[in-house]
């Protein structure tokens, strides 16, 4: 089974537009966490996070911001970033452009109401990363558009939690963002590779910062 863990050259080079890492001198790296917040995941990963002073940005689902509000106000609380990741976890590509950016401002909507305040820029991940072009522009004149060049593959059950530190660990370089998952298909993996993950680099002088 073919797994992309770094975003290819080629489509960064082509694909401008969309924020891939943050190049930059220094030893600095940017988690996000996609699709929570939970309560079943979402907490242990704010104690890893603590335990390394390291901040990260959570991407979220907007029904789980409605369902978890207490969680996601802990987020906030411990000095990360909310984010948009849609309110229905919906796939660009087979999602018509008016339903789309309306499941957006839901989610968008929910955030606000959680963030006292708002962070000047608003962030947006399409979930798969699968956007349209109709629907990244639209989106584009109020959103920052989020994507990764790490994708740690946490979710896929079929990759054991040792392989999916390493393949974490070999591809993630200074400026990276990197994507782990605060949710239930991702929980054996990310538990297992998380804290190693932020072990290995704090103790090489890197730090992590939000978006």
């Known amino acids: 089974m073919l797994r992309l863990y770094r975003t290819p050259h ?4 082509l694909m401008t537009s969309y924020t891939w890492n943050r190049p930059q001198e220094g030893k600095k790296l940017y988690l996000t966490f996609d699709d929570g917040p939970i ?34 106000q802990q987020v906030l609380a411990d000095g990360h970033v909310l984010a948009n990741h849609t309110h229905n976890h919906l796939r660009g590509w087979v999602t ?4 789309y950016l309306e499941n957006v401002q839901l989610c968008q909507a929910e955030l606000e109401k959680l963030q006292q305040p708002l962070q000047s820029k608003k962030l947006f991940r399409p979930p798969h ?14 959103y920052e558009l989020v994507m990764w060049d790490v994708l740690t593959n946490d979710f896929d059950a079929s990759l ?6 390493q393949k974490a660990l070999k591809y993630t370089q200074s400026g990276s963002i990197i994507v782990f998952h605060d ?13 190693r993950f932020l072990e290995h680099f704090t103790t090489r002088g ?4 939000t978006l």
Request: proline residues 6%.
């Open 10 to 13: 080629l489509i960064r080079k």
């Open 39 to 72: 309560p079943e995941v979402t907490p242990f990963v704010l104690e890893q996070l603590k335990a390394h002073q390291a901040k990260a940005t959570f991407f979220c689902v907007g029904e789980n911001l409605v369902r978890h509000q207490e969680v996601a």
């Open 96 to 99: 018509e452009l008016p339903r």
């Open 129 to 142: 990363g699968r956007i349209t072009f109709k629907q990244a522009a639209a989106l584009r004149e109020t």
């Open 160 to 165: 054991g939690p040792e392989a999916c530190l």
């Open 183 to 195: 949710s239930l298909k991702a929980k054996r993996n990310m538990m297992y590779a998380l804290p």
């Open 206 to 209: 890197f730090t992590f910062d």
